[in-house]
């Protein structure tokens, strides 16, 4: 296996000029002593605290290999001290250490210590042994400087070279370099004296060093599968049988891994121990491997790794030793292990290997287990649930060498960095003023249709189309004071914006994130109406949805889904007494009358679209209460008594259980119409199904006003658990990947409806976001998009009112993303990018809408990970179909297109422009006087009139 990191270490090795070594341990023409990646010397800190260290400020007079003897110079050049340093060979792999700092007058020193630098990248998360006792070196900064201050005897140091002790007398302190922006740990032994007017100290240890001892593992008997997959699910093929995208066939013997330990892996066809309890996933649940006896008594174990399907204990690991006894350690998710999909760092998981493929990152981590300090005579490794454990490769070292790092990154004022103060008005009449772009109030002409060729129309207006540009409120950001709310209504009418998303309100609209009961806020509510007036004042039409992560306090649903708001959406189709309680919350809020427009919002038009349940793809929200999907499964059971379909295998169950869930997704969809329309008198567009791509979504999207989806570039994934930190960000370019969004919703369009996306983010911190403006702008514009919403303008009040640094999804404050926001203003709200001509209709079956996938419910996108699977829930009920393929999409960037559903269309020939597309490396378009030019290589250009 080779080491990324090897070509380095031993450069910095040759550099050194080298006087003296034993055992490893060697020292500089001037005295510097070095072991592995550590190095170590004298430190005064004089009466400022300016350090003044050996590796600058020490000029040896006489330096014979063991013995240093000079005088340390200040920063100014002047004499501060004679120092001497003796290393004296005790045997082959010690020495005896012996410094002294003497000054006839006295020199005033706060700080006088052998210090040791140990590099932060290097041994963050690196096991120190003080006196027997532990310290671990942290790997993120704690926020303090001082580590640790005692007295201490012995002192064990595991280095890349292999463990370095220090014996003595000491008073140690041990510093974390981040507090003052540096890259060091420091461990400073003190002088005998080491503070105050010193004329005379001194520092004496033994120092020994025990060379790193590496024992690669053959897994060779135990393997059982291999990097590369050619058939998905057919229990033959290699790492997590998911097929040739979702394979490992990326990495091999021979790939270069960011570690210092060596691992043996196999270069045959079976190169991985795959586990599972899940026998769909694995053959086996157990691998056992024999030590060979000349391997002594390893200290630890460290595994070349990942898992899939991740979750708790993915393995357990048993060591039996040659005196009989035996030892158990449990693998736990987000601890020692992490999905090889998107893989994010762990405490005792470190990334040592990724790469790019598709639209994802892929990787193996490497962790450290500690063992006994005996002879061992084999391991066992097993599986700990139904997640799948994929072992690339095992070894056993002498001494605990710490996991590789990522680089810290930190922002801070100075030369290269300044702060900006994103102003939250903008000049009227300035060329950042796109007001006069809109009419006032919203609803002037009447409320907004849609028309024949799919698009947006107003009712008094039916032959000009219209499209909406706006972005998100949410949480507090919707309760605003009346003097906020004007000042907002005018700044989003000055960006350009004709529309806002009044989202995630409903949670502080019904009492908050733990109300004791039902209740609407009379104050919140009359915040919400202002902000409603002073949106349709300035022109802005308001879309909404109905329900998105509220409370539900009602007697017959608490057990179930009382603050479980992904199963209460997949509640609602079918449960009466859900559905109820969605219809209470949506006559309250739709048929009050608003103080300020003197209308209810069911009448007022400048309510134009309405989404009555957000993100209730039925596919995902199944998965989040176990109890909910039985009852689906009991639901199914009845459904295939009335409407037989085949079931002889798996593929076909499957298939039949997708159209059942379409169906009951379409039935609850067409009652909360008839309810809005039909009881509440609403005017508004209804929609619905908004996430996710699937082929089944075709039928249930055609049925609505309008079709709305959600898309995100590099979306955050959360891998201790939904918005959580830490959070993880791909750092991908979008226009490398061919404009992957918009191009992955293309064909969620439906023929001759109107398409909106009400959520859509190039997400903060990539470094390419500011592709968002160009790539969503001008696509958008070639498709003939009706609505683009940013998400989001601000998750909270003080982000509108109050300079705040940027933050998760929120453009308020970013200059970037409200750049952006200007150019897709100008490029597809304005139309300075002409649409496409001729259009293209992807032909959706019923065999192609309803077949089986195989991925489980929970796929590897990241976004996915917002709806938490239910640890509990094992079923394979559900299992998500298929998602329109991404190379169909590549039509998208040359002519316009959409899908439609025929139950029993032959599709072949029809589908054939889209099915037969190669990808290239270069999309060109020219529509009247405008160009497009997107390349696979990163490069983007669009040129209008």
Not at 20 to 27: D, E, K, R, T, Y
Not at 698 to 726: C, E, M
């Amino acid at each position: 296996m080779n080491l990324k990191n090897c070509s380095l270490h031993l450069l910095a090795l040759v550099c050194s000029a080298t006087l003296f070594a034993s055992g490893g341990i060697s020292f500089s023409d001037n005295g510097i002593l070095s072991y592995g990646n550590s190095t170590w010397g004298t430190l005064h800190m004089n009466s400022r605290w300016q350090p003044v260290n050996q590796s600058r400020h020490f000029i040896p007079a006489q330096a014979d290999g063991t013995q240093f003897e000079g005088v340390f110079k200040s920063k100014e050049g002047a004499d501060l001290f004679d120092y001497t340093l003796e290393a004296l060979t005790t045997d082959s792999s010690s020495v005896q250490l012996s410094a002294t700092a003497q000054s006839q007058e006295g020199f005033q020193s706060n700080m006088l210590a052998y210090e040791g630098l140990l590099p932060i990248k290097q041994f963050a998360g690196t096991i120190l042994t003080i006196d027997g006792e532990p310290l671990e070196l942290p790997i993120t900064f704690g926020g303090e400087a001082t580590l640790l201050i005692k007295s201490a005897r012995k002192v064990e140091i595991p280095t890349h070279a292999g463990n370095l002790s220090f014996k003595g007398n000491f008073t140690i302190m041990v510093v974390d370099g981040r507090k003052f922006g540096g890259p060091n740990f420091s461990f400073r032994f003190f002088f005998s004296q080491h503070k105050g007017v010193i004329h005379q100290s001194e520092f004496g240890a033994q120092v020994s060093a025990q060379s790193l001892s590496v024992s690669p593992l053959s897994l060779a008997t135990v393997a059982n599968r291999g990097f590369a997959d050619e058939v998905a699910g057919d229990g033959k093929g290699g790492w997590t049988d998911q097929g040739p995208e979702l394979d490992l066939s990326a990495f091999s013997a021979v790939s270069e891994i960011a570690s210092t330990l060596s691992f043996e892996v196999s270069t045959t066809e079976t190169s991985t121990l795959v586990l599972s309890k899940d026998p769909k996933r694995s053959n086996l649940t157990f691998g056992e491997v024999t030590v060979p006896q000349n391997y002594g008594s390893p200290a630890y174990l460290y595994l070349l790794h990942a898992s899939a399907y991740t979750w708790g204990t993915v393995g357990q690991i048993k060591v039996s030793y040659q005196d009989g006894t035996e030892q158990s350690i449990d693998v736990q998710s987000s601890k020692d292990i992490g999905n090889w999909w998107n893989p994010v760092g762990f405490p005792n998981a470190a990334i040592v290997w990724d790469q790019q493929v598709n639209e994802a990152n892929i990787g193996l981590y490497q962790s450290r287990f500690e063992l006994r300090k005996k002879p061992i005579k084999k391991i066992a490794f097993g599986a700990g649930n139904d997640s799948i454990w994929m072992i690339v490769g095992a070894t056993l070292t002498n001494t605990a060498i710490a996991l590789p790092q990522p680089e810290f990154f930190t922002v801070r004022e100075n030369n290269d960095w300044a702060p900006i103060e994103t102003p939250l008005t903008i000049e009227p009449q300035s060329v950042l003023d796109f007001s006069a772009w809109n009419h006032a109030p919203a609803g002037k002409f009447g409320p907004v249709i849609t028309t024949s060729e799919g698009h947006f129309a107003f009712a008094n207006a039916p032959q000009t189309p219209v499209r909406f540009l706006g972005t998100n409120l949410n949480f507090d950001a919707n309760f605003l004071s009346k003097e906020e709310s004007d000042a907002l209504a005018l700044r989003l009418r000055q960006m350009g914006y004709n529309s806002l998303r009044i989202h995630h309100y409903d949670i502080l609209l019904a009492g908050g994130w733990n109300p004791s009961e039902y209740i609407i806020s009379e104050d919140m509510q009359d915040r919400l109406d202002y902000l409603f007036y002073a949106l349709k004042q300035q022109g802005l039409y308001i879309s909404t949805d109905l329900f998105t992560i509220r409370r539900i306090r009602n007697e017959k649903l608490n057990k179930l889904v009382a603050n479980n708001h992904a199963a209460f959406k997949a509640l609602i189709p079918i449960s009466s007494d859900a559905m109820d309680e969605w219809k209470r919350f949506a006559r309250d809020l739709l048929t009050h009358k608003n103080p300020y427009t003197g209308m209810t919002w069911a009448e007022d038009p400048a309510l134009f679209s309405i989404c009555p349940v957000n993100e209730d793809t039925i596919w995902a929200a199944i998965n989040t209460n176990k109890e909910v999907k039985a009852l689906y499964h009991a639901g199914f059971n009845q459904w295939i008594q009335t409407n037989p379909r085949p079931t002889q295998n798996d593929a076909a169950l499957n298939a039949a259980i997708n159209e059942y869930l379409a169906e009951v997704q379409m039935a609850a969809d067409t009652e909360m119409r008839r309810f809005l329309k039909n009881e509440l008198g609403v005017k508004a567009l209804l929609t619905g199904n908004n996430w996710k791509y699937h082929y089944a979504q075709t039928p249930i999207r055609a049925q609505y006003d309008y079709v709305d989806n959600h898309g995100y570039w590099d979306h955050p994934s959360f891998p201790n658990g939904p918005w959580k930190l830490p959070y993880s960000n791909s750092q991908k370019s979008a226009t490398q990947d061919l404009a992957n969004i918009p191009r992955r919703m293309f064909l969620t369009r439906i023929e001759d409806k109107p398409f909106t996306v009400t959520e859509y983010n190039f997400c903060y911190p990539n470094k390419f976001r500011n592709e968002a403006g160009p790539l969503m702008g001008t696509y958008s514009a070639l498709q003939d998009y009706d609505g683009l919403y940013r998400f989001s303008w601000a998750h909270y009040r003080k982000r509108i009112t109050k300079q705040q640094p940027i933050e998760g999804f929120d453009v308020a404050q970013d200059p970037i993303g409200l750049l952006n926001e200007y150019i897709i203003a100008m490029l597809w709200r304005r139309a300075d990018v002409s649409a496409l001509e001729n259009e293209a209709v992807f032909v959706v079956n019923s065999d192609r809408a309803y077949a089986s996938g195989n991925q489980p419910a929970s796929s590897p996108k990241a976004e996915d990970l917002v709806y938490k699977r239910d640890a509990h829930d094992h079923s394979d009920f559900g299992k998500t179909p298929p998602d329109f393929e991404m190379d169909y999409t590549y039509l998208g960037l040359t002519k316009r297109i959409s899908s439609r559903f025929e139950t029993d269309a032959d599709s072949a020939a029809t589908n054939a422009p889209f099915t037969e597309l190669q990808p290239q490396v270069q999309y060109a378009v020219k529509t009247n006087e405008t160009k497009v030019i997107l390349e696979k290589a990163g490069n983007f250009l669009v040129e209008t009139p």
